[in-house]
Every structure is written in C-alpha cells, then in structure tokens.
C-alpha cells in the first residue's frame, strides 16, 4: 500500500506520453452530455453532480467573498466533471479488460492510511474537495479508482506515467466509442481531454499532507 500511494506523476508528462483517447463522435444526442459504452450521461445527472460539488463548498466555506472565490477557481465545473466521469469509466473498463478488480478492504486501506496524513478524515475531505472537486460523500468511490489505476499499471508492469498504461486506456476509449456533447468539448488527451485534477494523475499523499501545514 505504501508503494501504491508513493506512485506519482507529473501531469505535462503524462499528457505527453499518452496517446488519443478515442474523440468524440458528431451524432446528436438530445439531452445527453455523452454517450459512453452506448450509455448516456445525462446533463440532469451531471448538473447534479455539479451541484453535490457546489452544496460541499458552500458546507465548506461559509464565508460568502472566500465562497465566491473558490467557485472562480472551479469556473469549469461542469466540463471537468464530465471529462472525470468519462475518465472513470474508461478506466473502469481498461480494468476489466486487464481482469482488475478492487476490494472494498483496499479502497478502506487506502483511505485510512490518507486520513493519517491528512489529520483526519475531515481533513482528507477537505483536501479533496479543494484539490480535486470531490465532495466527501464520493470520496470513497474516488479513492478506489486511484486503487484500480494503480493494480491495473502494476498488471501491466508500469506505472500510471507510462504509455503502456495509457495505450491501455486509449483500447478501451475506443471500444467505448465516447461520443461527447460539443458544449462540454472534446475527448483529446493531448489538448486536455483529461481532467488536471484527476487524482490518480498525481502523488495523492501530497495532496492530503499539505493541509496539515
């Protein structure tokens, strides 16, 4: 576990190694923000997923200038959230592809040794929201796909840096046939098809440990 969470990776890097993750069709979906693996995500459903993110910083930050601020900070919300919903079931499938499975015990593993270098589980919520736009009650859900990217790496015999890792992720964009709402933009990793802020992008124990300075 320890191994596991000291993986990281420099974004810039990662975007550059990586191939094309399948971009998105033309086809019209009316009402769908996409259409992944021939299931839509629905702008109801990603307006609700903004909101849950909105609802925990206004919890968060009570503060209405400080409030404000950290909304200007995410003013790209909604395209961010679905590029990471996408994301997550690409990677989803990549593992299943590779016979990836995660236990609910690792993702609790993972989790708790975060929430000791965070200070707390509080904390560790804190620091996702901030970092990542995950509100608390995802975080679990959000922890086990850093579990599921790092075994499916490890399976591969590389890490989440690498292009083997990405390869394997850019096969099963393609078999998902992602097909994205233009107003949300593009599925093109190499002109930011991938969310900055994905947690699995980057050395995770940081993130936790910087809000205990």
Same mark, same amino acid.
Do not use: F, H, I, N
């Given at each position: 576990m320890h191994r596991r969470r000291r993986t990281a990776l420099v974004l810039s890097a990662a975007i550059a190694a990586a191939p094309l993750l399948a971009a998105c069709g033309s086809e019209a979906h009316p009402g769908a923000a996409a259409v992944v693996g021939g299931q839509r995500i629905t702008v109801a459903q990603l307006q609700g997923r903004v909101d849950e993110v909105r609802r925990a910083q206004r919890a968060a930050v009570t503060e209405e200038t400080q409030y404000q601020q950290a909304v200007s900070r995410t003013g790209t919300l909604a395209r961010d959230t679905l590029h990471q919903m996408v994301l997550d079931r690409v990677?989803?499938?990549? #593992? $299943?592809? #590779?016979?990836? &499975?995660? &236990?609910?015990?690792?993702?609790?593993?993972? $989790? &708790?040794?975060?929430?000791?270098? #965070?200070?707390? #589980?509080?904390a560790l919520e804190t620091a996702w929201l901030q970092q990542y736009g995950v509100p608390p009650r995802r975080l679990d859900d959000n922890l086990r796909l850093q579990v599921e990217a790092q075994k499916l790496a490890a399976k591969l015999h590389t890490d989440v840096s690498r292009p083997e890792f990405w390869k394997a992720l850019s096969t099963a964009s393609a078999a998902l046939r992602i097909d994205l709402n233009p107003r949300y933009g593009s599925w093109d990793v190499q002109k930011g098809g991938v969310p900055a802020r994905t947690p699995w992008l980057r050395d995770v124990s940081a993130a936790a440990t910087q809000q205990k300075v």
């Open positions: 990677l989803d499938q990549a #593992a $299943r592809d #590779a016979g990836v &499975s995660v &236990s609910p015990r690792e993702t609790q593993q993972l $989790r &708790s040794g975060l929430e000791q270098q #965070a200070g707390g #589980a509080k």
